[in-house]
């Protein structure tokens, strides 16, 4: 049967385990695993061993997957984070950065990923957060170079994480990937939505890892959440009581050793809970396992 479409019709894009549904207006268009578009993975870098580091944990994440790694150096001509010192732009520090960049690139070939590097001049922040449209997933650490600036790396993370318009992975230094056993979503009082669920469960299933549902209660609230029937993930639901949701995340990962934590982020009402504070913020910097972070579109 034919259908014709109106060319100022709504037009909404879904994932789900692999598969991808598009709406125009009032009909649905399915795309199968058959026809997977490549995934798309942003790393920026600074060139430091903890943002190696990142990118380690990211190829060893993806390897063997259908991926593509772009990584991205963004400096100021008139200041770099990963330099000690004010930069001038006369002295060639671009042909520096691009050595760096293609030594960094050499050194990625037993991963069987196609992994490309590019150095931009701009401000890190506000050009991985607009880069963050066109990609999948963003992986950097969560500290950058020694020295002087050796914590505003940390502090770059923490922004883009906040402000991406697509997951990013926050990964601390000196860890590696092993595998997930048990991962940790902390949900916030609006509960989960069917958008950042379909992608949690189908992070979970692909690492066939045990999700572990945890919300840190405050008082007698009680948060329902109604998963699927056709779970195809071994799941746990719990709810902990504790001073501050970092206390309460962090006694939980202790609990289950675990190897990831997920949150997802909502119109900044948890997450001002979450990273606006020194508490969390220093949970960001110093937990010594990842953490993903969704960005929930609901209103």
Aim: contains cysteine; charged residues 25%.
């Amino acid at each position: 049967m034919q259908k014709t479409f109106n060319l100022f019709a709504k037009v909404d894009f879904f994932s789900y385990n692999g598969a991808y549904k598009i709406v125009i207006g009032d009909c649905d268009i399915f795309i199968t695993k058959k026809y997977r578009v490549m995934r798309k993975i942003l790393v920026p870098t600074d060139f430091s061993d903890v943002s190696k580091n990142a990118l380690r944990y990211g190829l060893d994440l993806y390897r063997r997957t259908e991926s593509k790694v772009d990584l991205v150096h963004i400096y100021h001509p008139a200041f770099d984070p990963s330099q000690t010192e004010i930069i001038d732009i006369s002295s060639g520090v671009e042909k520096i950065f691009d050595s760096k960049m293609k030594e960094l690139i050499s050194g990625t070939n037993i991963f069987d990923l196609e992994v490309n590097g590019k150095v931009e001049v701009g401000f890190a922040i506000e050009r991985i957060i607009e880069l963050s449209f066109h990609y999948d997933i963003i992986i950097m650490g969560t500290t950058g170079a020694t020295g002087l600036f050796g914590r505003l790396f940390g502090s770059v993370s923490t922004e883009v994480a906040e402000k991406s318009h697509c997951p990013v992975l926050l990964v601390p230094p000196n860890t590696g990937f092993d595998g997930y056993e048990n991962v940790i979503y902390a949900y916030d009082p609006d509960g989960v939505s069917d958008e950042v669920l379909s992608e949690i469960m189908t992070f979970a299933k692909r690492y066939n890892a045990k999700l572990h549902f945890v919300h840190i209660k405050e008082g007698n609230e009680k948060i329902e959440i109604n998963l699927p029937e056709d779970i195809e993930v071994d799941c746990t639901i719990n709810e902990i009581e504790a001073d501050s949701v970092i206390k309460g995340v962090n006694l939980f990962i202790e609990k289950k050793n675990a190897d990831l934590v997920i949150i997802a982020t909502k119109q900044r009402n948890f997450w001002e809970g979450i990273l606006h504070t020194n508490h969390t913020k220093e949970f960001v910097l110093n937990t010594k396992i990842p953490l993903l972070v969704y960005h929930d579109t609901r209103k």
